[in-house]
C-alpha cells in the first residue's frame, strides 16, 4: 500500500501572509483610492446623489426633460450615464451649455 503525501494539496494550501482569496482593507482601500484618483469607480454613489437631489428639489420633471433633449443632440451622443446624468443636472441647475 502506498504512504500518503505529506505535500498539501494545491486548492488547499493558502500561502503564509496572503490573506486568503479577499484583498486586505488596506488594499481594498488604495484600490478605491486609485480608481477615484482616476476618476473611475463610485458611479452608483454619483447617480444615487444626483437622484436623491434632482428628487429632494423637485426637479424631476426638468432632470427628465433635459435627458430627452439630451439624446437628440450629437454633442451628448458617446457620454456614459454619469456623464450625461450629470450634465443634465448642471444644465437645470441654470449652467451655461458646453460648446462642442
Not at 473611475?40 to 428628487?55: K, N, S
Not at 451628448?76 to 451655461?96: C, D, M, Q, S, T
Request: with cysteine; hydrophobic share 30%.
Amino acid at each position: 500500500m502506498a504512504e500518503w503525501s505529506n505535500a498539501p494539496v494545491l486548492k488547499t494550501d493558502v500561502l503564509q501572509g496572503t490573506g486568503g482569496s479577499n484583498p486586505s482593507p488596506s488594499a481594498y482601500l488604495l484600490t478605491q483610492i486609485i480608481l477615484k484618483w482616476l476618476g473611475m469607480g463610485y458611479t452608483e454613489d454619483i447617480l444615487h446623489e444626483i437622484y436623491d437631489e434632482v428628487c429632494s428639489c423637485g426637479l424631476k420633471e426638468k432632470f427628465d426633460a433635459q435627458l430627452e433633449k439630451m439624446k437628440t443632440q450629437d454633442k451628448h451622443r458617446f457620454k456614459n450615464v454619469k456623464e450625461r446624468w450629470e450634465y443634465a443636472l448642471y444644465r437645470i441647475k441654470g449652467g451655461p451649455p458646453e460648446n462642442k
